[in-house]
């Protein structure tokens, strides 16, 4: 290796001393006083700026309602591992359907509208407490009866009467419904949080922090349901530039007992990483004036009402809350695709209806629960 071409190379990067650090650290010193938001895929941090202290909001795993909804949209998926495992071979189906089949009809036994409103007690889902307990119920129901048949026959086990005999018994629109209402209590929780803390949206820094869910998934705004969640949050003053997706980048533990001594070291290195990626996006300016500018563009989804369309490529359009054709073929995507995480099956839908509902959950019609 030559020792001039290294000294070169570390002359602009990969040197603490460098021209790219020196610039980066120079933006970043004029953005001390602007917000910075990093979200995990747990929580998100608000640094007002000027060193002030963040605070911290959960919205996913330590929330009410979350593990219990997703243990009910899990049937669908759990049942069609069981089609596979027997389809493969895997003798172990049988003892899992058993296990499920148990477990489907202790939870069906404790389930029950009194148990939603009082113990699970989730805010956005007010007055809803009787139609959650009946999708659950019915699910639940659907499901030991599948099950029940499968045991006793295992030849019943195929793909087409799990489809015909099974998610079409009400399990699709369960499965939209949950999803859905996930999406729109943490939407909800987080809107009213930034509301209460009047962020200067136009000046914000975001960060969407670390592994979002399944390693392949959640690494493009259009596909992460936080960068959804924010930016519909912001109602449209977010600059969509000023999201920055940073997969590898450090992250802070789940807050416990109001600890945020992780959080607080965490800032400098966040908002470096925030101002070097935002000081090479303005190089492209000052570099290259009159070529066209780069501009993130919103995302044209296909249109799926027509029953000839078989395939896409993207995530399709929702027409209305009982577009289930959309709905279910948004299931399907979000599988197959692994840039989707499948926490993002409806979050967009949710949080628009939200928005739209001037952020009062009671207002929002829920696709599955409140439609056939």
């Given amino acids: 290796m030559s020792e001039e071409f290294l000294r070169l190379f570390t002359a602009y990067t990969a ?17 001390r006083s602007d917000p910075l938001i990093v979200a995990t895929a747990t929580d998100i941090a608000l640094y007002p700026g000027d060193g002030k202290p963040p605070t911290v909001e959960g919205f996913r795993i330590s929330t009410r309602g979350f593990k219990e909804l997703t243990a009910v949209s899990h049937l669908g ?6 089609v596979r495992l027997r389809a493969l071979g ?26 939603w409103a009082e113990r699970i007690a989730v805010e956005a ?4 407490e009787h139609e959650i307990a009946a999708m659950v119920d019915q699910a639940c129901a659907a499901t ?28 699709n629109s369960m499965m939209v419904a ?4 996930v999406s729109m209590d943490i939407s909800f929780r987080i809107t009213r949080w930034f509301i209460e803390r009047d962020v200067p949206w136009e000046r914000a820094m975001v960060v969407i922090a670390g592994r979002q869910g399944r390693p392949t998934a959640g690494v493009t705004w259009n596909t992460s349901s936080v960068a959804t969640m924010i930016l519909a ?21 789940t807050v416990k007992d109001g600890d945020l001594t992780e959080v607080i070291v965490l800032e400098d290195d966040l908002r470096t990483l925030w101002c070097g990626t935002r000081a090479t996006v ?52 979000v599988l197959e695709d692994p840039r989707q995480l499948l926490s993002s099956c409806v979050t967009d839908f949710a949080t628009a209806s939200l928005a739209a509902a001037g952020n009062d959950p009671t207002q929002v019609v829920v696709p599955g629960l409140n439609t056939p």
């Fill in 15 to 31: 040197d603490p001393d460098s021209i790219g650090r020196k610039l980066g650290r120079a933006v970043a010193e004029r953005s």
């Fill in 77 to 82: 998926p759990a049942v069609a591992s069981l």
């Fill in 90 to 115: 895997e003798e172990s189906w049988r003892e899992s359907a058993e296990r499920l089949l148990a477990e489907v009809k202790a939870t069906r036994a404790a389930n029950s509208p009194e148990l």
């Fill in 125 to 128: 889902y007010r007055g809803r």
């Fill in 144 to 171: 030991t009866r599948y099950l029940t048949a499968v045991l006793e026959d295992e030849e019943y086990l195929t793909p087409e009467t799990l489809r015909r005999d099974y998610l079409d018994d009400g399990v």
């Fill in 178 to 181: 949950t999803f859905f209402l």
């Fill in 233 to 253: 949050a912001s109602r449209g003053r977010l600059p969509l530039d000023r999201v920055y997706m940073a997969p590898h980048a450090p992250t802070f533990s």
């Fill in 282 to 333: 303005e190089l492209g300016a000052v570099m290259f004036d009159g070529y066209p500018s780069y501009a993130p563009g919103g995302l044209t989804l296909p249109d799926v009402s027509d029953p000839g369309v078989t395939e896409v490529s993207e995530m399709p359009a929702i027409h209305s809350a009982d577009d289930m054709r959309a709905l279910v073929t948004r299931l399907r995507i």
